[in-house]
């Protein structure tokens, strides 16, 4: 299965989508990690530091159904958030922008990095099965890189 999904570039009227998505696509972690939300208070700060253009909105049979957060340097390609909708997950969506991904960190030779929940064990499991390597940790976080 290659699904086709498109990406975006974000615009402030995507904002509370992208606060949303990343809500609802992170409960099963934050639901171990955290305690209650204060929705609206973390709306206002997310809604606050919101910078258009810095996250793409990931598009899937022309919905928009996640979020994407890439930081692209000499020194790495850095995955800042890639979050999908839970009723969009296990189409394929995340494994097709992670190859995509990968053939960018193959043919130019930089690596891809990323930070995961330490018990986000079902994203950890997804991104050693594609060949990530766990490379440190944080206190609450695992590091985790793709290439040399």
């Known amino acids: 299965m290659n699904p086709k999904y498109t990406l975006r570039t974000s615009e402030q009227k995507d904002a509370e ?21 204060d929705y609206d208070k973390e709306l206002a700060e997310y ?8 996250v793409q909105v990931i598009q899937f049979d022309g919905k928009d159904v996640g979020r994407l957060r890439i930081v692209r340097s000499s020194e790495s ?48 499991y997804f991104y050693k099965k594609i060949g990530f390597q766990e490379v440190g940790n944080t206190e609450k ?8």
Do not use: W
Request: charged share 20%; net charge positive.
């Open 141 to 148: 976080q695992i590091l985790m890189k793709y290439g040399s």
């Open 47 to 54: 809604l606050n530091k919101f910078e258009p253009g810095k």
């Open 77 to 124: 390609i850095y995955i800042g958030g890639i979050q999908i909708l839970p009723e969009f997950q296990g189409k394929g969506i995340g494994t097709a922008i992670l190859k995509d991904l990968i053939n960018e960190s193959e043919s130019t030779g930089i690596p891809i990095t990323l930070e995961v929940h330490y018990v986000n064990e079902k994203a950890i």
């Open 17 to 37: 989508f992208l606060f949303n998505v990343k809500i609802e696509a992170m409960k099963p972690t934050s639901s171990i990690v955290r305690t209650a939300l």
